[in-house]
């Protein structure tokens, strides 16, 4: 479809579908994510929901919001601050309010602001009425009604057409910024193929709500947002969880090794399991497990028969996973956990984000068991950082976390879709003969001898004649894997356990730095989600003239080689976590640096404008400390992200850009 | 990955590849490990261990493919004991590992060993989940009613009142018995047996095997040190006749030697009751069956074993088919993989990834 009326070009927005969590915002987010995607701008997004499934109808703690951040160049956040926002009921109004800045533009539906609707949040008068949105684009429309009387022809329920209202909206966002439509038809299509009275309605809405947009004089003109440059290549949208999932088929067919997830529902994590639940045509079985601990269990045992063992979680299960973790590192076979971290402790906050297991998934065990933990930095990274883990697991017969975040997970962005195979070669072989000689000279198996590189022993599976052994929890002699209480022994096998982690650092780059003039005193230093608001700020400070070095972990255990070196080059680093500064402590024991911590812990990812303020205190610390009068300008709170193309050097723009 | 016709009774060693023709019978010492057995002398242990050993030959199946999981237990350090593949794993999970190991490899032979405290107290979640889902495993649960490992505390199988360093004044916890809890949990193998009795044993182990599904065998074994003597009423010759119920399959459930039977009857209320064979109603006599899918009767005499033990079956106390779990996941996986295409080529995986909705940027 196409618009008759005006069209303005803008160069980037973002847009808060805010309602009940009954509204179906996630769905309409979703589907305008798609519409914009194919379009081809770059974007970022944030779901952001209650733990509740359905909270009281029109109450604050119900409303569900989804951020889209979309533009005709890179992004790198869903945006601080939204400039229109769809606001489904009173209370969608109310929780979203404080984050609008003035002039933002606002679509609600007046049919919801009745007074016992108004009264549930707290509104005294209607704030349609009151003045509250005085400084604000408003467009009221009856969304219920209007979508109600385009399907008054509909063999359906009052309620039924009011579920409607939803792809009404849309229909009209979707006319506003000129999306192409046919994905949602499509989509719609395919939804409800079942049920062809639904689907004829939901259709009826979209384009009702599209011919609204293009028929009324409330919205004099639309949008245009014009595709994003990107490199050359064939792309799609995709979320965290499903990239992590495609990672992990993806890892297991490069290793030549069949997956199996044992796995137990938790939030933020279940749409791994989801995913890969419907993944059995590529070979990938999935157990849900009785609970978190036969989850782990059953994917040890399938590393014992020779699969890839997985299991997915948030960290209330990896409290649980803990004691199978521990055996996985003694007996040295290859296992992966997914730690989709969530707001904690305990319950938490399980549908917000955190990065606060970082420390759990290092040292959350008994004993000393070093395991190696990979950090993907975007939603679609998720997919390379999963192979890696299937790399680490496999080579080094060891379990392997691949901490992920609910930003992450359900976050989603353009991914350029990789070449099969270009992707990493990890190839593994298992053991099929006899490694040593008895006194005799009789060929026998020594399941604990390792490969004098990486310190891995054999994977040597069941149903391979002459190899049969016993392994398990208690200390093993080196080499022979039969029971040890050797005091030198134990010794030995815990240093050469954390030996072979720590190797694992000779097979994994150096850390890079962004430091474009060479001569930055601060350097930010993040890992995992915060990759995005981190480079967003990095870019808004240096567009201001501001001097700052970027450099970002994947790998947290071990660390590259070469962080130590990096860290002592910069007079301060700050390192930005979603927790209250467990990066900061284990680098500070591990390198003696006095890293600076900057934390939250909001449930939300960082805001760009909150990581610029923090660079900029931390410059002009170090400019006051020097006594120069160079400190930068008051940051004028306006991230990269949302600096209009032109404003910045086009150079800038240019080398900025970030490969995802 | 082989894919199994499902509706058809299967062994439980189907799938699972034998001995080579013309290849040596096997004989006990094939799955005698090097490992110095180091339980305390005159463990029930030894003689469970010996008959597995003397028993698996005949099953003709290749050593590398047989595998045993253990939990954290006395009992659970039978594993080092086998020259098969085994796993020591930890307290209580070993159900759960090992239905990732069935479900991954249709040809291993899963055994689980394991005790009344890693089986009933800690692992309790994966028995009942293991029996309710039917994996084809071999459950060995070895029944000493009391904590070994730890020195002498009371097990969930220990008799209530019983005095232990944990209970100086007597356990007040009601016990588990294993049987009734596998048979609620609606498990498709249910039988019991006693260490000493080798034959007894070896043909429960042998109808495990041959079964389809979770078997689970609990096997009353003696601890020398901290429960001594547990079960000696069931082993003395004069005192066991009085109190073994044998279950055998259309047989009437009784015990005692000619003259002095007595016989299972159904009473009026609808109980069971152990009367003497000469004032038993015919017609109320109990036959066991062991493949009723109708569990009652088989629940009803797993409750006739009281903490006296006054009357203990012993045999097979349920034997039935029903699909198992991991036949059928592999069925679903391998149908799906096949309606496809076969193996995952690089395209497959290709196609995959790329999704739908798809976008080509030019250069």
Known sequence: MTTSKQVQRLDRVVIRFAGDSGD?????????????????????????????????????????????????????????????????????????????????????????????????????????????????????????????????????????????????????????????????????????????????????????????????????????????????????????????????????????????????????????????????????????????????????GASFGGSIGVTTTSGPGVALKSETIGLAVSLELPLIICDVQRGGPSTGLPTKTEQSDLLQAMFGRNGEAPVPIVAPKSPADNFDAAIEAVRIATTYRTPVFLLSDGYLANGSEPWQIPEVTNLPDIRVELATAPNAVDAEGTPIFRPYQRDPETLARPWAVPGTPG??????????????????????????????????????????????????????????????????????????????????????????????????????????????????????????AKYLVDVQPFTQVRGLPFTTHELVDAIAAATSAIDAVRGTDEAPDEPDHRPADETPVGAAAPEEQATEEVSR | MSTVELGMPLSGVAGVPTLDAGAPRQTKKDFTSDQEVRWCPGCGDYAVLATMQGFLPELGLKRENIVFVSGIGCSSRFPYYMDTYGMHSIHGRAPAIATGLAVSRPDL?????????????????????????????????????????????????????????????????????????????????????????????????????????????????????????????????????????????????????????????????????????????????????????????????????????????LGIFRNVERPTYDDQVREQVGSAVAKRGGPVQDTDLGALIAGRDTWTVGA
């Open chain 1, 24 to 300: 179906g915002m996630q769905l309409t987010g979703d589907r305008f994510t798609s519409e914009t995607a194919v379009l081809g701008n770059d974007l970022s997004t944030l779901p952001n929901f209650p733990a509740e499934i359905r909270a009281p109808q029109g109450t604050l703690p119900g409303v569900s919001s989804f951020q889209l951040h979309f533009a005709d160049h890179d992004v790198l956040t869903p945006g601080d601050a939204p400039d229109v926002l769809v606001a489904m009921n009173p209370a969608a109004l109310k929780a979203n309010l404080p984050d609008l800045p003035r002039g933002a533009t606002v679509i609600l539906d007046t049919d919801e602001f009745n007074r016992r609707n108004l009264a549930k949040v707290g509104y005294q008068t209607s704030p349609l009425e009151d003045g509250t949105l005085d400084s604000f684009h408003v467009h009221p429309l009856g969304l219920t009604s209007i979508t109600v009387s385009a399907l008054v022809d509909f063999d359906l329920s009052r309620k039924e057409k009011e579920r409607a209202k939803n792809m009404f909206a849309l229909g009209l966002l979707s006319w506003l910024y000129n999306r192409p439509t046919g994905g949602t038809e499509s989509f719609l299509h395919s939804k409800f193929a079942k049920k062809p009275e639904i689907l004829k309605a939901n259709l009826a809405a979209f384009h009702a709500g599209w011919n609204y947009g293009e028929t009324t004089e409330d919205f004099a003109h639309s949008f245009e947002v014009s595709p994003a440059p990107m490199a050359p290549g064939k792309y799609r949208n995709i979320t965290g969880n499903v990239a992590l999932a495609y990672g992990l088929v993806a890892g297991a067919h490069r290793a030549g090794r069949p997956l199996l997830l044992g796995s137990y529902p938790i939030t933020p994590a279940s749409d791994i399991l989801h995913t890969l639940a419907g993944l059995k045509a590529y070979g990938v079985t999935t157990l849900q497990a009785e609970d978190e601990i036969a989850g782990i269990g059953a994917a040890l």
């Open chain 1, 467 to 588: 190899l049969e052994h016993r392994i398990g929890g208690i200390e093993k002699a080196d080499g022979t894997g039969d029971i040890s209480y050797d005091p030198t022994n134990h010794d030995h096998m815990v240093r050469t356990r954390q030996a072979k982690v720590d190797a694992i650092a000779a097979t994994i780059p150096p850390i890079e730095v962004d430091d474009p003039t060479g001569d930055a005193d601060v350097l930010v230093l993040g890992w995992g989600s915060t990759y995005g608001p981190i480079s967003a700020a990095v870019r808004a400070v240096r567009a201001r003239g501001g001097v700052v070095a970027q450099a970002h972990l994947r790998h947290l255990n071990p660390f590259p080689r070469n962080l130590g070196a990096v860290l002592r080059g910069y007079s301060r680093v700050i390192v930005p976590e979603m927790n209250l500064g467990q990066l900061s402590m284990l680098l500070r």
């Open chain 2, 109 to 313: 032979s899963v055994w689980v060993v394991t005790g009344d405290g890693d089986a009933l107290s800690i692992g309790g979640n994966h028995l009942i989940h293991a029996l309710r889902r039917n994996v084809n495993l071999k459950i060995l649960l070895f029944n000493n009613r009391i904590y070994g490992l730890t020195k002498g505390q009371y097990s969930p199988t220990s008799e209530t009142g019983k005095v232990t360093k944990s209970t100086p004044a007597g356990s007040v916890d009601n016990p588990f018995n294993p049987v009734s809890l596998a048979l609620g949990a609606e498990a498709t193998f249910v039988a019991r047996s006693l260490d000493s009795d080798r034959k007894h044993l070896s043909s429960v182990l042998r109808a495990a095997a041959q079964h389809r599904g979770t078997a689970l065998v609990e096997i009353y074994q003696n601890c020398p040190i901290f429960n001594d003597g547990a079960f000696d009423v069931l082993k003395d010759r004069d005192s066991a006749q009085g109190r073994l119920l044998h279950l055998v399959d259309g047989e009437p459930v009784a015990l005692g030697v000619d003259g002095a039977r007595q016989v299972v009857v159904r009473t009026p209320d609808g109980s069971l009751a152990v009367v003497p064979e000469t004032d038993a109603d015919p017609a109320a006599v109990v036959r066991h069956d062991a493949s009723n899918p109708d569990p009652s009767q088989q629940f009803a005499l797993s409750r006739l074993d009281g903490a006296d033990m006054a009357h203990v079956p």
